[in-house]
């Protein structure tokens, strides 16, 4: 193990009101491009504890895994001859910013304190290499060990993450696993260093939907039993029900709708997440009512229009509000309410309105 | 995998059969068409009739054409003996009869040029190989910067280049005006260092071409190959750049390169030819050359073989190696 010293807290970029376990302040992930700059992440901000998970929501495009990417500092390393990406806001995790650190401290950070499982597991592993020596390899670049117990320990990961004879489908190659047998080698290969940080990147989208549930458990059963903190990204409001504590709704590379999990499902504020409600098959809806689309398309992250940016397939942009939705862009405000500790939304309508809406029109109708 | 290999092997047997009956047939049967006659090419022109005939009857030029090529094919394997004119010459195996010119056996004359040739191609692939990959991953890390705009010019000018332009090059400025190299081909054994010497220069001139293709070759891959999610992963795990490039991005970058090697390599044993008149070195290329002008028919047909086999058997190395270079490919 290296150990590199403490670098100095810099008290005046403490923020205020302690620190939570993952704290993201005001995340900005600019892209330059020829047309313009794409602002995939605009402003997002979120805390995180140990133990608890959190479930980023959205459409493509809606700046969910660049923001992943920007936490775990996989923008700015390895990127030969393209522009770089223009990264502001504070990233702070165990107390330490990330942003402003050194990128090799970083680096070291990347696997052993927080981890990534990716997408697409198939083409997420190097073919060339067998599963073991990927696990093997991932544990050996944080732990002064040899190769020998490097491989034990990666027999002992695909054990728990349930990959029948460990201690032969180590030698296998990605090719010779099943789809979900991957994403589980991948969890394996996240899990090796036990990270504190857990970032999932729509774990489950490339696989069947038996074994999505499977895959799910695991997740779950293992970050009781590490107790690490859990982003997972998706697109599948389903898979955040599954696994989420709380909820993060992303839209045009902001945060419109944040908080617990109930809260988001059973009194969401924003109309862009009744969308999202209102898109998700459901087993005990009538089967003769049509899914409800979100009509249109995602914004341009390029010429971000000034206001609401759900604003042109908002069915609701003409309740007149607090403010003006075309031109002036809502903040995140508490939701009043009891049970609401925590429940933020930007939208401009009143709460009342927006209560009024969801429990008369929207609600029923799901 | 066994079964496998004794199939490929079938097939290159069955392979060079059909090129030696191509060539046989393209050397001893279409010149009679036209009226000419290999017999008096033997003998040369002022010969009269009658030593025509005895050659004629002696090289079995009379028989059948496939009787002709049975009898080329099984001298191959088990020598032949020539009979007439009241002597018989025997001829061992392996057997590609005589040179029209010297009347000497064709074989050992191969064998001859043979270690020139590798020996050329041997060296100028390790040169190719360090400068190539070399500049090539190089570039492809500077994307867009003067050095990658510097190596890929260089490259082009490589690739566009004739050798027989830059073989001359060399030659007037480190072997004429700089008076460096002696550029004689000696042997290995004579004296190792006249070898190196003499094939510096050969090296070079050889490997700059090869270098400039691989060089565009490995610079394409290895940006290919950093896009991919595989690479992103690495750097997830916290791998130094260093590990990413080294090993996670190379190892995928060489798999297209080992296979263009082997074919490279394989095809350059005939076909150095420019290379080698440009050097004068004695190589099969050049050979060919002398037998080409000569009309000497046996040696042309004794080079395309061996031209062929060295093709046919680098594929089957490169096709076998490939199960080891690239685990998804099963041999079955």
Redesign the interface.
């Known amino acids: 193990m290296t150990t590199t010293p403490e670098p100095a807290v810099d008290m005046a970029k403490e923020p205020p009101g302690g620190r939570a376990y993952l704290d993201v302040r005001d995340l900005r992930i600019h892209f330059p491009t020829d047309d313009g700059v794409v602002k995939s992440v605009d402003g997002l901000s979120f805390k995180l504890e140990k133990g608890r998970t959190l479930g980023i929501v959205g459409e493509s495009g809606s700046g969910k895994s660049v923001s992943s990417l920007g936490i775990m500092g996989l923008h700015t390393v390895g990127q030969y001859g393209r522009r770089k990406a223009r990264i502001s806001g504070e990233i702070w995790l165990d107390g330490k910013e990330l942003l402003t650190a050194d990128p090799d401290e970083v680096r070291r950070l990347r696997g052993r304190e927080m981890a990534m499982i990716f997408q697409d597991p198939l083409s997420a592993m190097h073919p060339y290499f067998t599963i073991g020596a990927q696990i093997a390899e991932a544990y050996r670049i944080h732990h002064d060990t040899d190769k020998k117990t490097a491989r034990k320990r990666a027999v002992e990961l695909l054990d728990r993450v349930g990959i029948p004879q460990p201690d032969r489908r180590v030698d296998d190659y990605p090719h010779q696993f099943s789809g979900g047998m991957r994403q589980r080698a991948m969890i394996a290969m996240a899990l090796v260093n036990n990270p504190a940080l857990l970032i999932a990147d729509e774990p489950t989208t490339a696989l069947d939907v038996t074994v999505q549930a499977q895959i799910l458990d695991l997740i779950r059963d293992l970050q009781k039993e590490f107790g690490s903190a859990v982003v997972i990204i998706t697109h599948d409001l389903g898979v955040v029900a599954e696994l989420a504590d709380d909820i993060l709704v992303m839209y045009g590379g902001r945060c419109v709708e944040r908080g617990p999990a109930e809260q988001v499902f059973y009194e969401p504020q924003h109309p862009y997440t009744w969308g999202l409600l209102g898109s998700m098959p459901r087993i005990d809806r009538d089967q003769t009512e049509r899914l409800i689309p979100v009509k249109g398309s995602p914004p341009s992250l390029i010429n971000v229009p000034p206001g609401c940016a759900f604003s042109p397939r908002c069915p609701y942009a003409d309740v007149p509000g607090e403010g003006i939705t075309r031109t002036e862009r809502p903040e995140l405000r508490p939701v009043a309410g009891e049970k609401s500790r925590g429940h933020v939304a930007a939208c401009h309508m009143t709460q009342e309105d927006r209560t009024r809406i969801w429990t008369e029109e929207i609600a029923p109708k799901l | 995998m066994f079964a496998y290999i004794v199939r490929r092997l079938f097939a290159v047997i069955v392979m060079l059969l059909v090129v030696t009956l191509v060539t046989f047939f393209i050397f001893f049967t279409i010149p009679k068409l036209t009226g000419a006659d290999p017999a008096a090419m033997y003998v040369g022109k002022q010969a009269d009739p009658e030593t025509i005939e005895g050659i004629r009857q002696k090289l079995g030029l009379s028989d059948p054409v496939l009787v002709q090529f049975w009898h080329f094919v099984s001298g191959i394997f088990a020598g032949r003996d020539y009979t007439g004119g009241g002597t018989v010459d025997h001829c061992p195996a392996p057997c590609f009869g005589y040179s029209f010119r010297t009347e000497q056996a064709v074989w050992p004359i191969l064998t001859d040029r043979l270690p020139p040739t590798l020996a050329l191609a041997g060296g100028a692939c390790v040169i190719w190989l360090l400068l190539g990959v070399t500049a090539g991953v190089v570039s492809?890390?500077?994307?867009?910067?003067k050095i990658?705009r510097g190596a890929m010019m260089t490259a082009l000018a490589g690739v566009s280049l004739p050798i027989y332009f830059t073989a001359l090059l060399l030659l007037a400025l480190f072997k004429y005006k700089l008076g460096w190299t002696s550029s004689e081909y000696v042997d290995f054994a004579d004296d190792p260092a006249g070898w190196f010497g003499g094939l510096i220069l050969p090296w070079v001139a050889l490997a700059f071409l090869y270098a400039a293709m691989y060089a565009r070759l490995t610079r394409a891959t290895m940006m290919e190959v950093?896009g991919?999610?595989?690479?992103?992963?690495?750097?997830?795990?916290?791998?130094?750049?260093r590990?990413?490039i080294g090993k996670?991005a190379m190892?995928?970058t060489m798999?297209p390169i080992a296979t263009i090697l082997g074919m490279d390599l394989g095809a350059l044993v005939g076909s150095a030819i420019l290379t080698e008149s440009a050097f004068n070195l004695p190589g099969l290329g050049q050979a060919a050359v002398t037998a080409i002008n000569n009309r000497d028919l046996p040696i042309i047909l004794g080079v395309v073989l061996i031209a062929a086999t060295a093709v046919v058997v680098a594929n089957l190395v490169v096709d076998l190696l490939y199960a080891v270079?690239?685990?998804?490919v099963r041999l079955s």
């Open positions: 492809a890390l500077k994307r867009g910067t990658d950093l991919e999610d595989y690479i992103r992963t690495a750097r997830a795990k916290g791998l130094t750049e590990m990413v996670h190892r995928s798999t270079i690239d685990p998804r």
